[in-house]
């Protein structure tokens, strides 16, 4: 069985073509929060993950949230 594939917060903006500074605008926020959910965003709210979802035009599903550097971590045992 194959899991499902997740990529980052920050894989998925730059697959959208956005900069931090752009997706925070249409987010609303400022672009730190941003940044600070793109490391870690194991504490962000159902409605902010709709939103990045609708925005990054991927279902929420496929998006990764939770500590960045844990899911690298991750992926690389998984490789070996």
Same mark, same amino acid.
């Given at each position: 069985? =194959?899991?499902?594939?997740? $990529?980052?917060?920050?894989? /998925?903006?730059?697959? /959208?073509? &956005?900069?931090?500074? #752009?997706?925070?605008?249409?987010?609303? =926020?400022?672009?730190?929060?941003? /940044?600070?959910? !793109?490391?870690?965003? %194991?504490?962000?709210? =159902?409605?902010? +993950? !709709?939103?990045?979802?609708?925005? &990054? #035009? +991927?279902?929420?599903? &496929?998006?990764?949230?939770?500590?960045?550097? !844990?899911? $690298?971590? %991750?992926?690389? #045992?998984?490789?070996?």
């Amino acid at each position: 069985m =194959i899991d499902k594939v997740q $990529i980052t917060l920050e894989a /998925a903006r730059h697959n /959208a073509g &956005y900069s931090q500074k #752009q997706a925070a605008a249409h987010l609303g =926020i400022h672009y730190q929060t941003l /940044a600070a959910w !793109e490391r870690d965003s %194991s504490n962000v709210g =159902i409605k902010t +993950i !709709e939103r990045l979802s609708q925005l &990054y #035009q +991927i279902p929420k599903d &496929y998006l990764f949230f939770g500590n960045k550097n !844990e899911f $690298i971590r %991750s992926l690389r #045992q998984q490789a070996n």
